[in-house]
């Protein structure tokens, strides 16, 4: 019985995680259209009600720190009355850099949940690990890869058609410059 009861809560709890994953997934998928890396974020109250979303908006904003996860701790913030979070998780399709680890170790967020692992600068599992660094003195939990690999096919697939569309441009600029490129 005790084992039936914990297996169906696991159950739920997963469920629930790729629910929101979804979403953080079409919020990413808004921001790559707009020619940004598509990152989804968003944060869910102790209700599991949701609080706050956000979408990576560094290119819109010229801003360096706006990142999805950001985004939404601000909006959480706001829509809270309060930057104290813990309760409340924040799911997010990539893994957190070193800035937006920071940031939710400073909104004492309840926990993590995010989809791919980035290899090159994740901050909470992969190449740094804040939320266990020394000096940090709030602590989360962190549940990793949930939708992992859509989240991942999502960054994978912006950034082939990216340089497939840089190529394109390439060779409109050569025949713009040099008319000897023309057909
Ligand atoms: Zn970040």
Redesign the pocket.
């Known amino acids: 019985m005790v084992n039936g009861h914990h297996h169906s809560r696991n159950q739920q709890l997963s469920t629930s995680h790729s629910h929101w994953m979804r979403r953080c997934i079409v919020l990413a998928e808004s921001a790559g259209q707009q020619g940004e890396v598509p990152v989804g974020a968003l944060i869910v109250d102790s209700k599991g009600q949701l609080l706050a979303e956000g979408e990576n908006r560094r290119e819109r904003d010229c801003d360096p720190t706006a990142?999805a996860?950001i985004i939404a701790l601000r909006a959480a913030g706001s829509a809270l009355g309060s930057w104290h979070l813990d309760h409340c998780i924040l799911y997010v399709t990539l893994e957190?850099?070193i800035?937006?680890a920071g940031a939710l170790v400073l909104s004492r967020i309840g926990q993590v949940v995010y989809g791919t692992d980035d290899p090159k600068t994740g901050a909470v599992h992969t190449v740094l690990n804040i939320p266990n660094g020394l000096g940090v003195y709030h602590r989360f939990p962190v549940v990793r890869g949930v939708l992992a690999k859509e989240c991942k096919q999502q960054l994978h697939q912006w950034f082939v058609q990216r340089r497939k569309e840089k190529k394109t441009s390439g060779i409109l600029k050569s025949i713009e410059t040099d008319p000897s490129a023309r057909g």
């Open positions: 990142h996860e957190p850099c800035m937006c």
